[in-house]
């Protein structure tokens, strides 16, 4: 069947048949010849002195090659490695440890199995030294400091801030009504199902190192391992195979990598690091841990007039979060949400602590998951407070279509949007009105069911090089494509997706601009070697910026086409009309040519003076970030006899812009509410007072399958983005972005007849438990 017009079709995703038939190639698939294996020696110890590292039993053991420790790495200069927040993190303990389960020395050994006997068998004397993992505790003047590297003699890391702290206090000063509540974002962690890894392999002939990374940003990975090891970047391929999810996990560079090369270049052999679950979930980097304060002044009448924020952020032992350069606190400044705040001041304070670093955008543009859950929450405290409904609350100071582009109090230009024709569909979806006669009606009778809505404002698409790099790298992105003499057609980008159906959408979008069956069509990323250059997946950034390069490309490749099918037709290139994705002579509807014959032409029948060939490459430097929104209703009922929280449902109405495949965008929308789902009730990385690690595997981390999950009512409003080139907007996020705040609402709401204002999240049975008894509900 030919599909020529396909962007908002619900193609069938390409890349599916691969994977359901077990036939997808993830990094642990690959096997090289002579490859070897590496296993990493790690502190049980969260703070404490390494005394001394004997290796000679672990040297002892057959089959065991080689024993790396942070003293090896220090003659190369490898021992520790810059990080992206500009800190540095040790590759291998030198001196010290400072989480439970830091690398300390890696064992390469012919077999994974010799390799994991090896890294057991080296001997590490430990000396414990006292344990901050409260972030406040480390605050204080009397904490022991645990960066002896660093020339400040605290746990402080940076102070940042933004907006108008004068205008602001002023405001909250002379408010009718002032709310002011604590919020903490626990820690949480994205776990991939896919664990990360990687395969070194360093050939002495040819002097090439080839990195196979489960990678979210190959081509960041090829420039940065360049700088930092100095082997020269064109001698680098680093190639991200399938991945199993990456979730913002496999954004950063990890120790182990670094390990695998230094293993690979010293025995000019391959060596294959993959870390255990345990070591995912305890060691690579986390997401959240922010301890927030919010304050809104508002009018009797509901009207919002300020928001102050202040925040404490864990960051564990080493400042590792990836966020754009200049953007310490990642898009944090975004908690204004949908409302018209007339001013505003947000200021966050970074704190070390004996924790495993991190601080990574899970499902989240930088931060942006910490200030939606920030304002939606305390929104619905301040119409608790007010005595208003919380919709009618939203709806009062929603920023209104017509001040689009909106400047937002902290900075952000917001694009487009439509807040109250999101929020009308959800309530109408869930039936609202209906829904709260039934709650009084329960609630006459003691029983305890909540609604709780969330509309929140997301921020993707990083971004204009005026504002974002990477290490000083301009966050671009790119699309190659190739159209070859019988008119198929190869794409490559700069970006890497990880399950998100790239293989299927930008095949969409580049069929879309060249008149092309979407079959003919075939997308390829994550290999440096071939692909252009681009700053990869992440932060939902893959639609706005490469499906930008994308459309752009096609553009391109059309230009050309355009003079070849003129040549064709005997006509000026201005007598050319693009219609149903042909070139059709204005005027003659029957004289037309396809891609197809243009093609053909390009390498056989070129017009004189053109050169052959059908190419094009376009780097897209998108002018801004794109806003998507949405509002989600969740609907709960607790059982007070068990203290279980039941979903009762769940509507979320999404506004990405112009679609580019609604069933795979809906099934984004279902990811992510169910990651969402299980943050807000199930999940979290806790630490015991010695910092040992409480949530090391899927018993103690739980991670929600389809039994636990709720039934996910969809639907979407469609508001174009004006600046991207087909109107497009990132959307894989929003639904953990703006999910944890409707499930948390909705549960408070069921026990505000209890005086119940705030829970944290999780929002676990036994939570749920305390509060019953304590208002003698339950026993
Ligand atoms: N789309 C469409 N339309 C629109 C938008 C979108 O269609 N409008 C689609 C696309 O194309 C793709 C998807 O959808 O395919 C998504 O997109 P976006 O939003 O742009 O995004 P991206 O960039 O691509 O991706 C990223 C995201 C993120 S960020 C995350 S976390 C997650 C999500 O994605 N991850 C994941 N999702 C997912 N899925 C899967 N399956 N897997 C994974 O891993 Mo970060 O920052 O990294 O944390």
Not at 72 to 83: I, R, V, Y
Not at 183 to 198: I, N
Not at 449 to 472: L, N
Not at 737 to 758: E, I, Q, T
């Amino acid at each position: 069947m030919e599909t020529v017009a396909v962007v908002g079709k619900p193609v069938k995703r390409k890349e599916d048949p691969r994977f359901i038939q077990g036939l997808g190639r993830y990094l642990d698939d690959i096997v090289l010849p002579r490859m070897a294996y590496l296993a990493l020696v790690r502190s049980p110890y969260a703070h404490a002195r390494v005394r001394a590292i004997r290796t000679d039993a672990a040297l002892a053991i057959p089959g065991v090659l080689a024993v790396i420790t942070g003293e090896d790495l220090e003659k190369a200069g490898l021992a520790w490695m810059p990080t992206l927040a500009g800190d540095r993190q040790m590759v291998l303990a030198t001196g010290k440890v400072l989480f439970q389960y830091q690398e300390v020395a890696a064992v390469v050994a012919e077999t994974r199995e010799a390799a994991y006997d090896g890294a057991h068998a080296v001997e590490v004397e430990y000396e414990p030294l006292p344990v901050v993992v409260d972030p406040f505790a480390a605050l204080r003047p009397d904490a022991p400091v645990l960066r002896e590297d660093r020339e400040q003699k605290t746990n402080h890391i940076w102070h940042w801030e933004v907006g108008d702290r004068e205008g602001t206090e002023a405001a909250l000063r002379s408010a009718e009504v002032v709310v002011k509540q604590d919020v903490r974002f626990q820690r949480v962690h994205p776990a991939p199902l896919e664990p990360c890894g990687c395969i070194a392999d360093y050939n002495r002939g040819t002097g090439r190192l080839t990195l196979y990374v489960t990678s979210q940003a190959p081509h960041a990975h090829r420039t940065l391992l360049s700088m930092v090891a100095g082997i020269p970047e064109h001698l680098i391929r680093v190639v991200s195979p399938d991945v199993g999810g990456g979730f913002g996990n496999k954004v950063p560079v990890y120790p182990g990598y670094v390990c695998a090369v230094v293993a690979s270049l010293k025995l000019g052999r391959p060596v294959k690091w993959v870390e255990t679950r345990t070591e995912n979930l305890t060691t690579t980097h986390f997401a959240r841990d922010y301890h927030m304060t919010a304050e809104i002044a508002a009018t009797r009448d509901g009207r919002v007039r300020a928001l102050r924020v202040k925040t404490i952020a864990d960051h564990g032992a080493f400042d590792a979060q990836a966020n754009p350069s200049r953007y310490p606190a990642g898009l944090f400044s975004i908690c204004t949400g949908s409302y018209d705040f007339p001013v505003a001041f947000a200021e966050v304070d970074a704190v070390y602590t004996n924790k495993a670093p991190g601080g990574v955008a899970y499902r989240c543009s930088f931060r942006v998951t910490e200030a939606s859950y920030l304002i939606e929450r305390t929104m619905d405290v301040l119409a608790a407070e007010l005595g208003m409904d919380p919709a009618e609350l939203r709806r009062k100071n929603f920023v209104r279509p017509e001040q689009f582009p909106y400047r937002s109090a902290l900075g952000w230009t917001y694009d487009s949007g439509n807040y109250a024709a999101a929020l009308d569909l959800a309530l109408e979806m869930i039936g609202y009105a209906d829904l709260r006669r039934e709650q009084a009606e329960k609630r006459r009778r003691g029983e305890l069911m909540g609604i709780g809505i969330s509309s929140f404002t997301e921020i993707v698409g990083a971004g204009p090089s005026h504002s974002f790099d990477i290490a000083g790298i301009k966050m671009f992105d790119s699309c190659e494509i190739r159209v070859h003499p019988t008119g198929k057609v190869l794409a490559r980008l700069g970006t890497r997706h990880q399950g998100q159906g790239h293989e299927t959408t930008f095949a969409q979008v580049i069929a879309h601009e060249l008149g092309v069956p979407v079959e003919d069509v075939i997308v390829e990323e994550g290999d440096t070697d071939t692909a252009p250059y681009g700053l990869g997946t992440y932060a939902s950034r893959s639609t706005p910026t490469a499906g930008g390069a994308a459309a752009l490309a096609g553009r391109r490749v059309r230009e050309k086409a355009r003079k070849i099918a003129a040549h064709l037709l005997e006509c000026g290139e201005d007598d050319l009309e693009w219609v149903d994705g042909r070139f059709q002579v204005r005027g003659a509807p029957g004289r037309s040519v396809g891609m197809k014959e243009v093609a053909f032409a390009a390498y056989t029948n070129p017009p004189p003076g053109v050169e052959p060939g059908l190419e094009a490459v376009f780097y897209y430097d998108p002018p801004n970030l794109t806003f998507p929104f949405g509002t989600y209703v969740c609907v709960v009922d607790i059982d007070k006899g068990t203290s279980e929280v039941k979903v009762r449902r769940f509507v979320a109405v999404d506004d990405c812009g112009t679609v580019i495949n609604p069933m795979i965008v809906e099934g984004q929308i279902h990811g992510g509410l169910t990651e969402g789902y299980g943050i807000a009730f199930m999940q979290e990385i806790a630490y015991d007072e010695n910092g040992n690690c409480l949530s090391g595997n899927f018993t103690e981390y739980l991670v929600p399958t389809a039994v636990e999950a709720p039934r996910w009512e969809t639907a979407r409003t469609v508001t174009p983005s004006p600046h991207h080139p087909i109107g497009a907007k990132g959307v894989g996020e929003s639904p953990n972005v703006g999910s944890p705040a409707a499930f948390v609402n909705a549960v408070v709401d069921a026990l505000s007849p209890l005086g119940v204002r705030h829970i944290d999240m999780p929002i676990t049975r036994e939570k749920v438990w305390r509060i019953l008894r304590a208002h003698g509900i339950t026993g």
